[in-house]
């Protein structure tokens, strides 16, 4: 009787342990811009896998290199196994792996590549992001079908692709929209690229101003950028230019900052946004993670997630619900 009762007591205490020690692991997800619905969709996301797998999710604003660093210690001294990133700044990928390595974390990024101090892409960081050209090839075929719907001549339409080479995803996304245009059809000396000096509206206002003053034969222009913000700076644009929305078609890529202009009473020359998935992203960037760190099943170095929704005056509404946006 003696000998059963021992047995069942260090069953439960192994038991207990086992299940402890499972229920005890946490996990970070740090994000640049926590305010951001985009964000905040990501976060809610992985705390629904945390659920789903028996984690717990320590979520950590990190807007800059100071918050960061010590983000990565509170993980460490809170008993986290390692973490999920959205850097606010790629540079900081050497620095950010050797605090991680150094306090024994795994990392696992999404959204955004960290960069080693030659500008060069830390291949050797699992990363989970959007399929930049795919993506950017979708704008352009969007784009081509919306100026056939509207009966445009191609010698009469121009397309202002405002750029930012220098940031690797902004170049995939623009090129691929580029070629997709070509490889439709449109007239590839009819695409002329301007760079901005920001990805948001005022840097691309000014860019893509310099631009519309050296085309004044163009009577119908097709926008492109790196997101929505971009395309929204080229809209603003061809307005002060004179154009009017019938004459302008820009489709931009995000969807959460396209809400306002799409809700706007007067439909204006943004014709729709490509709505990205951040619950994709957050679900499955901490579920790596978490296969990595119960299961030692490392994740994949590169891993592209190209679901997207073309969200309109007409969808947007419904499509931003359905992300939880």
């Not at 905040?40 to 320590?58: L, N, S």
């Not at 519309?212 to 034969?217: F, G, K, S, W």
């Not at 820009?250 to 490509?274: C, H, P, R």
Request: aromatic residues 6%; charged residues 20%; proline residues 5%.
């Amino acid at each position: 009787m003696n000998k059963m009762v021992k047995l069942l007591t260090l069953s439960c205490v192994m038991f207990g342990a086992v299940g402890s020690a499972y229920a005890a692991e946490k996990l970070g997800y740090l994000v640049k811009q926590p305010e951001e619905p985009w964000f905040q969709t990501e976060w809610a996301f992985a705390e629904k896998a945390g659920k789903d797998m028996g984690f717990e999710v320590i979520k950590i604003a990190v807007p800059d290199g100071e918050k960061t660093l010590n983000a990565i210690d509170t993980l460490a001294a809170s008993g986290a196994k390692g973490f999920v990133i959205c850097t606010p700044d790629p540079k900081l990928g050497p620095a950010i792996m050797a605090k991680a390595n150094a306090l024994g974390l795994k990392v696992v990024t999404v959204d955004d590549q960290f960069v080693n101090a030659k500008g060069q892409p830390m291949t050797d960081v699992p990363l989970l992001m959007m399929a930049a050209s795919k993506v950017g090839e979708r704008q352009g075929q969007e784009l081509y079908k919306e100026m056939k719907k509207r009966n445009w001549n191609a010698k009469d339409t121009g397309v202002l692709a405002i750029t930012a080479n220098e940031l690797d995803t902004a170049r995939r996304r623009t090129d691929g929209s580029m070629s997709a245009l070509k490889a439709d059809g449109f007239p590839a000396g009819q695409i002329y690229t301007v760079p901005t000096k920001s990805n948001d509206i005022p840097g691309a206002l000014d860019a893509a101003n310099s631009m519309l003053v050296q085309h004044p034969n163009v009577k119908n222009w097709l926008v492109i950028g790196m997101n929505d913000n971009t395309v929204l700076g080229g809209i603003r644009a061809t307005e002060g230019q004179g154009f009017k929305a019938p004459n302008v078609i820009g489709i931009g890529i995000n969807g959460v900052d396209a809400k306002n202009e799409l809700g706007k009473a007067q439909a204006t020359g943004f014709y729709g946004s490509l709505l990205p998935s951040p619950d994709v992203h957050g679900y499955q960037s901490i579920k790596m993670l978490h296969e990595w760190v119960a299961n030692g099943k490392q994740p994949p170095k590169f891993t592209e997630v190209s679901d997207v929704v073309l969200i309109t005056r007409d969808n947007y509404k419904d499509e931003l619900k359905k992300k939880g946006l």
